[in-house]
């Protein structure tokens, strides 16, 4: 009788202390749930001292990059897009810039930017420097080119060598035709060159040297506003790509920022 009292006076500590046990894990659960996740926060990992420093390669696959991005500016007008082959070349070098010094802070942007900036590069980019060319094999003028000279004899032909320095090498001859590639070493609008060898009347056919596949690029998205995004695709991307990453930076006063970050969940 004596122990049955004895618990019974307990027994309303015992359930006081159970409730602030109670009280104190709810109090927990909701500081916890306010408390921003891994995935919700990126915390500082990388430094200046982790960026490996540009070479003559990577140099130029960001000037390439930058030819892209005026190219693309150039071929929004109706007018230049056929008639224009130089690009502006004070417009890529600001570009040009612009992407370096995105790369030089790239450590500071974002944890994922900075270890996935290596492997963005515009895929299309190579299309700025190669045409083929297709000649009809009973064009006396073609034994020049097949003989290694660039010129032909044909004044709307030969300028265009000239003022673009293009260089000529032989392909493969097909049925009816000899195929050649059309190499310059500044980059161009592919569209404009391609119109102005057509007109000479001379060629079969003139097209750029498409790729297909890539998906991961670096466009100008902001018009005036010098907003780059830095595109990463992945999944069968001959096929045009099932995944996609972005990163939208502005550069703004050599100041970098980014703005937004959106896509597929990266690999």
């Not at 109090?27 to 003559?56: M, Q, R």
């Not at 060598?161 to 493969?172: A, L, P, T």
């Not at 001379?202 to 998205?221: K, N, Q, S, T, W």
Request: net charge negative; charged share 20%.
């Amino acid at each position: 009788m004596r122990r049955n009292l004895i618990l019974l006076g307990v027994l309303p500590y015992i359930g006081e202390l159970t409730m602030k046990k109670f009280a104190l894990l709810i109090c927990l659960a909701a500081f916890v749930s306010c408390v921003e996740t891994p995935a919700e926060i990126e915390l500082p990992k990388y430094s200046i001292d982790d960026l490996i420093p540009l070479n003559d390669s990577t140099r130029s696959l960001y000037y390439n990059d930058a030819a892209y991005i005026e190219f693309r500016q150039l071929i929004q007008d109706s007018t230049k897009r056929y008639d224009q082959i130089k690009l502006q070349e004070q417009n890529i070098i600001s570009h040009y810039e612009d992407l370096l010094n995105i790369y030089n802070n790239s450590y500071s942007i974002s944890n994922s930017f900075f270890e996935n900036i290596s492997s963005i590069h515009t895929f299309d980019a190579y299309t700025l420097h190669h045409l083929h060319a297709s000649v009809d094999t009973n064009k006396v003028w073609v034994e020049e080119w097949l003989n290694g000279s660039a010129y032909t004899g044909i004044v709307g032909i030969d300028s265009l060598i000239k003022n673009y320095d293009i260089e000529v090498s032989f392909s493969y001859e097909s049925s009816g035709g000899y195929n050649f590639t059309l190499k310059t070493q500044m980059p161009i609008n592919y569209f404009a060159l391609k119109t102005k060898l057509e007109k000479t009347g001379e060629f079969r056919y003139v097209a750029p040297d498409i790729i297909i596949g890539g998906g991961r690029g670096i466009y100008l998205v902001g018009g005036n506003q010098k907003l780059y995004e830095y595109i990463l695709a992945w999944g069968d991307c001959p096929s045009g790509c099932i995944y996609s990453h972005y990163w939208e930076i502005e550069v703004t006063n050599q100041e970098i920022t980014l703005l937004r970050e959106y896509g597929d969940p990266l690999p």
